[in-house]
């Protein structure tokens, strides 16, 4: 069936430096979307990518979607300790779309 | 707006007895989902409603019943609980009219404990 990867599971950064999470799908995706998670909360929306190549921009965060649609990738410029917590990404197992599968995360820690 | 609500936040149970999580959400949409959250595992889908008078399984459905009240709520049953139902459960709503697209909007999580 279809598996969604992140890597890495882990991220330990000093506050400034940048962090990058990837996400890889075994199988090609009509949108992909990116959640965080702060510790203790539930998921929240972040962004979705539909185009093949599509880049998206939110202030210190790049969000790109492979040319391919199978792979995914978040970047934070210059992390801050508000930035922890686990990142997620999901993509639609069907082009229903009703059935989510999210990958195991990447949990970022930002040390002050 | 309340946006998605789930209760109860926290609960203990004994192996095999039974529960019901309740969840919520006022933004009126037409999927609901249940996802149930172990570390290192990410989110497994257990069961999802794309409509109001319908459900179908998820990834880990095993051990759990749903229903669709009605188009604002969707409950989780355990019958037996056991210990490998200690999760933290998440139920989440979108509007897919349009297809795969619309994000998930997430309750903030029951906490389950199996002794």
């Known amino acids: 069936g279809q598996q969604v990867m992140q890597i890495p599971q882990y991220q330990h950064v000093q506050e400034g430096e940048d962090f990058t999470t990837y996400c890889n799908s075994s199988?090609?995706?009509?949108?992909i979307q990116w959640y965080k998670q702060r510790p203790g909360g539930h998921p929240v929306f972040l962004i979705q990518?539909?185009?093949?190549?599509e880049v998206k921009k939110q202030k210190r965060l790049t969000f790109q979607f492979g040319e391919a649609k199978k792979n995914s990738s978040l970047h934070i410029t210059a992390t801050q300790t508000t930035d922890v917590g686990t990142y997620f990404c999901?993509?639609?197992?069907?082009?229903?779309?009703?059935?989510?599968?999210f990958g195991p995360g990447t949990r970022l820690s930002v040390l002050p | 707006n309340a946006g998605v609500t789930q209760t109860p936040k926290f609960q203990v149970l004994k192996t095999g007895q039974s529960m019901t999580l309740q969840c919520a959400q006022d933004?009126?949409?037409?999927?609901m989902y249940w996802y149930r959250q172990d570390p290192g595992m990410g989110l497994r889908l257990i069961y999802y409603?794309?409509?109001?008078?319908?459900?179908d399984k998820g990834e880990v459905p095993n051990g759990y019943n749903v229903s669709r009240l009605n188009k604002r709520e969707f409950s989780l049953r355990l019958e037996s609980a056991a210990p490998s139902q200690t999760s933290v459960y998440f139920c989440?709503?979108?509007?897919?009219?349009?297809?795969?697209?619309?994000?998930?909007?997430f309750g903030e999580g029951s906490r389950l404990t199996v002794l």
């Open positions: 409603s794309a409509s109001e008078g319908t459900t």
């Open positions: 989440a709503s979108r509007w897919t009219r349009s297809g795969p697209t619309g994000e998930l909007f």
């Open positions: 199988t090609t995706l009509s949108n």
């Open positions: 990518l539909v185009k093949s190549g």
């Open positions: 933004m009126n949409h037409n999927s």
């Open positions: 999901a993509g639609p197992k069907d082009n229903y779309g009703q059935n989510f599968v």
